[in-house]
């Protein structure tokens, strides 16, 4: 079945710690995103990539990094520098095109504990 | 700059209910309109889109939507309520420019349904 999976589900991290979560779609999407979930906050973008090597800030990139080397794949760090980084961090992909639905992996939640 | 709104964080609705969550949005080009739905710890699930062309837009589980530019709203309705819409649902809109594909979300109303 084709689709985004986001690893892990669930990931405990200790403060000044780098983390990075795992994102992998297989639709063949050129787009790839990533957003960040707090409660009662919506969807905030952190990054994207329209191509393969490269990507764009969205609205709250400071303290993650991202990196774009295959197509089918787009790691979020997040790094010690990242002021509140315990939330729910949600990949997404789609096809080139304003008018393309974005297809959303299950979610990892990170707690920094 | 674009931007979502969405009126009401939180909707309570009686099983066969009709089903309103009301969504404004701003843009400075001629927007691309999602609606999604999120069960709890889940990934989102798009509902339905707008594009272009008719602006009733019809999407999965009964939902529909109309766009109303002059309203700039998109307004999501389902006639009959049913327990498992319970979820929280998401207006988002295309950022357009650059930025291409990726969304603007409004913050999200989350809907109730009781028996």
């Known amino acids: 079945d084709g689709g985004i999976t986001q690893s892990p589900k669930y990931l405990f991290r200790k403060e000044g710690q780098n983390v990075t979560l795992s994102c992998e779609q297989n639709?063949?999407?050129?787009?790839m995103y990533w957003y960040r979930q707090d409660p009662g906050q919506g969807l905030r973008l952190i990054y994207y990539s329209q191509i393969v090597n490269d990507f764009q800030k969205g609205d709250i990139a400071e303290g993650y990094s991202v990196s774009r080397e295959k197509k089918e794949s787009f790691p979020l760090t997040v790094t010690s520098a990242q002021k509140n980084p315990t939330a729910f961090y949600l990949c997404?992909?789609?096809?080139?095109?304003?008018?393309?639905?974005?297809?959303f992996g299950p979610g990892t939640r990170l707690t920094v504990l | 700059a674009q931007s979502v709104t969405q009126l009401g964080s939180h909707v309570s609705v009686s099983e066969g209910a009709l089903v309103l969550l009301r969504c404004n949005y701003s843009?400075?080009?001629?927007?691309?309109l999602f609606w999604y739905v999120q069960y709890p710890n889940q990934g989102l699930q798009l509902l339905l889109k707008y594009t272009t062309g008719a602006t009733l837009v019809k999407g999965i589980n009964g939902f529909e939507a109309e766009f109303k530019k002059s309203e700039t709203s998109f307004h999501l309705t389902k006639p009959s309520a049913h327990m498992s819409d319970a979820a929280e649902y998401f207006c988002?809109?295309?950022?357009?420019?650059?930025?291409?594909?990726?969304?603007?979300f409004g913050k999200g109303t989350t809907l109730s349904v009781s028996s």
């Open positions: 639709l063949n999407h050129d787009a």
């Open positions: 843009s400075s080009v001629p927007p691309y």
């Open positions: 988002a809109v295309t950022r357009g420019g650059q930025a291409g594909t990726a969304l603007i």
């Open positions: 997404a992909s789609s096809r080139a095109g304003g008018g393309n639905e974005q297809f």
